[in-house]
C-alpha cells in the first residue's frame, strides 16, 4: 500500500490528501518494524494517524536496537513439546527451561493453563524434510526428491515459484513475518527443531505463532483451528499497537478535552481509542 500508484498518485498520498483536505485533519504516515518495539518478528506495518490539533503526529520510540532484536528461541523455547496434529486446547504449562523476560511478560496473568498450543497434521514426506532443512533453509536447499511441488509443466520456475514453500525458523533471530496464510498453511514457519532434541519436525502451533506476535498467553483464539491461525496472522502485534497507543495518548487527551471537556480522572482507560493500520 507504501507505494501503490492510482492515477499517476500513491495511494497512501491520495487518503492523506483526502483526509487533510475535506476533513480537516493533519495527517502522517509511517511505516513501523515491530522488533524495534519487542516483538520477536521482523515485522512491518503502515500506520496513518490523523489529528485536528494543528500539531505534528507522535511516532513511538523505538526501545530495541538490532542487535536487541529479541529471538524465536527467547520467544518460544518454554513452551511444552508437542507433535503434530496436537489437538487439545487446554494443557497445563510445564516450563521447560529458566524463563526469559519476554516468557514472563507473555505468561503473566495466567492461570497455570496454557491454550491454543494445537499444531497442523504433516503427511511422511514433509516431516524427512523437515529434518534435512537446516534452521534458515528453504525448499529450494532441499534434494530434487523432497522438492514435490515443482512444476512439472514449467521446470524453469520451479525456483521462482516455491523457492520458499518451505522455510525453517532459525532459532537464534527474530522470526520473518507472520502473515494471514498462516490459516491455510505453516510451512514457511517450520519449527527449529534440532535432530539431537526432544522437539518433533512439525510447524508452529498457533500459540507459537501468537508469542512471535505478542500476543500474551492470557489472549485465547476461539473457533475453528485454521481461523484461528487466520486471527493471529492478521493482526498488529501487540506491543507495537501499544507504542503506538501510548505515543498518541497525550494528543488524545488534549483532543478530548478540547471537544468534550475536561475528562474525568481515571476515565481514560474508557476512551474508544482507534488507530488505523494495514500491512505493508
Known amino acids: 500500500m507504501q507505494y501503490y500508484q492510482s492515477g499517476g498518485e500513491r495511494l497512501i498520498d491520495t487518503i492523506k490528501n483526502e483526509l487533510e483536505s475535506r476533513s480537516g485533519y ?44 529479541l529471538s524465536v528461541w527467547e520467544a518460544i523455547s518454554d513452551l511444552p513439546v508437542v507433535g503434530i496434529k ?47 532443512l537446516q534452521e534458515g533453509g528453504r525448499y529450494i536447499s532441499l534434494p530434487d526428491e523432497f522438492r514435490r511441488y515443482d512444476s512439472k509443466s514449467h521446470p524453469e520456475k520451479r525456483n521462482e515459484w516455491f523457492k520458499d514453500r518451505y522455510r525453517k525458523l532459525i532459532r537464534t533471530e527474530p522470526s520473518w513475518t507472520i502473515e494471514a496464510h498462516i490459516g491455510k498453511d505453516t510451512y514457511r514457519h517450520i519449527y527449529p527443531n534440532r535432530n539431537d532434541g526432544p ?74 481509542l482507534t488507530v488505523e493500520s494495514a500491512g505493508n
Not at 518494524?33 to 520477536?40: L, S
Not at 503473566?108 to 503427511?123: M, P, S
Not at 507459537?208 to 493482526?235: I, K
Request: aromatic content about 10%; proline content about 7%; some cysteine.
Open 26 to 69: 493533519l495527517v502522517d504516515s509511517r511505516v513501523l518494524m515491530a522488533a524495534d518495539f519487542g516483538v520477536p518478528q521482523l515485522r512491518q506495518r503502515l500506520f496513518i494517524i490523523g489529528n485536528r490539533l494543528g500539531k505534528p503526529i507522535t511516532w513511538p520510540t523505538p526501545t530495541h536496537q538490532p542487535e536487541e532484536y
Open 86 to 132: 496436537h489437538r487439545n486446547d487446554e494443557i497445563p504449562y510445564i516450563t521447560r527451561y529458566e524463563l526469559t523476560g519476554y516468557q514472563r511478560q507473555m505468561r503473566a496473568g495466567c492461570d497455570g493453563v496454557l491454550y491454543n498450543h494445537q499444531t497442523r497434521w504433516h503427511n511422511a514426506a514433509d516431516l524427512e524434510a523437515f529434518c534435512l
Open 199 to 272: 522437539e518433533s519436525p512439525r510447524t508452529i502451533s498457533v500459540r507459537e505463532a501468537a508469542r512471535l506476535q505478542s500476543f500474551p498467553d492470557r489472549f485465547r483464539f476461539l473457533g475453528a483451528f485454521t481461523r484461528q491461525f487466520h486471527q493471529v496472522g492478521n493482526a498488529v502485534p501487540p506491543l507495537l499497537a501499544e507504542a503506538v497507543a501510548e505515543a498518541i495518548l497525550p494528543d488524545v487527551e488534549t483532543g478530548m478535552v478540547a471537544m468534550r471537556g475536561v475528562v474525568p480522572e481515571g476515565d481514560l482507560e474508557k476512551a474508544d
